[in-house]
């Protein structure tokens, strides 16, 4: 069965730091990926996803993440963080046309 | 637009009670519908989805089942609750291809007693 691992489980760093969430999956076949983002009191949204093509994609806020078919992994970055960023980010990785599962989280606390 | 709703918000049940927690979903026809639960440290565990009425996957072998009885209406149900069942439940819609975007509802915090 699939599998979602996300080694990050909290990560703090200060305003202006550069980010790097790892994210490794399991599955060999194709899959679509997407990492989420859950802000304070707020519902989860979609930060950016991969399908084809262009490996590396660009989402909203500045982020990005980066598919290595090779290393089976799709890691969020952020060259500079902000305050703002503080939340819970999350990957998921979409098996077959309906089915799609998530990592255990990463907590990103940024200090001002 | 589409909403997505979810209800009741909060929920205190005894161990052993029933449960029933609804998701509704407007604007949008035939979405495949999610049942999630959210535990700190444990992200979200995915526990069933649909793709149709009367269509139901089980991810997790639990005492919880699901079922679709319209087109925009998932429901979340149990016989009898388990402390363990305690969580926050999140129900999801997806927009389909090429889309593949999931929508989530604001989530129902159950406490089992």
């Known amino acids: 069965a699939q599998s979602v691992s996300q080694h990050n489980h909290h990560v703090i760093l200060s305003e202006a730091a550069s980010l790097e969430l790892g994210c490794n999956y399991s599955?060999?076949?194709?899959?679509?990926l997407f990492w989420y983002v859950q802000y304070p009191g707020q519902h989860l949204q979609l930060l950016l996803k991969?399908?084809?093509?262009?490996?590396l994609v660009k989402g909203i806020k500045g982020f990005e993440a980066e598919f290595i078919k090779s290393k089976f992994s799709f890691n969020l970055r952020k060259p500079s963080v902000q305050w703002s960023d503080t939340a819970e980010y999350f990957c998921a990785v979409q098996e077959g046309a309906s089915k799609i599962i998530f990592g255990s989280g990463t907590r990103l606390s940024i200090r001002p | 637009s589409q909403t997505i709703h979810q209800w009741p918000a909060t929920l205190v049940q005894p161990v052993g009670s029933p449960l029933s927690l609804e998701c509704t979903v407007e604007g949008t026809s035939n979405p495949n519908l999610y049942w999630y639960r959210q535990a700190a440290g444990r992200g979200l565990q995915l526990l069933f989805y649909s793709v149709g009425i009367g269509q139901i996957s089980s991810e997790v072998p639990q005492n919880l089942s699901a079922s679709r009885p319209q087109d925009r209406q998932f429901i979340l149900s149990s016989k009898k609750l388990l402390l363990s069942d305690s969580g926050f439940y999140l129900c999801?819609?997806?927009?389909?291809?090429?889309?593949?975007?999931?929508?989530f509802g604001p989530g129902t915090r159950l406490t089992v007693l």
């Open positions: 991969y399908f084809s093509g262009d490996p």
């Open positions: 999801a819609w997806m927009r389909g291809t090429p889309y593949n975007e999931q929508f």
């Open positions: 599955y060999g076949g194709t899959v679509n």
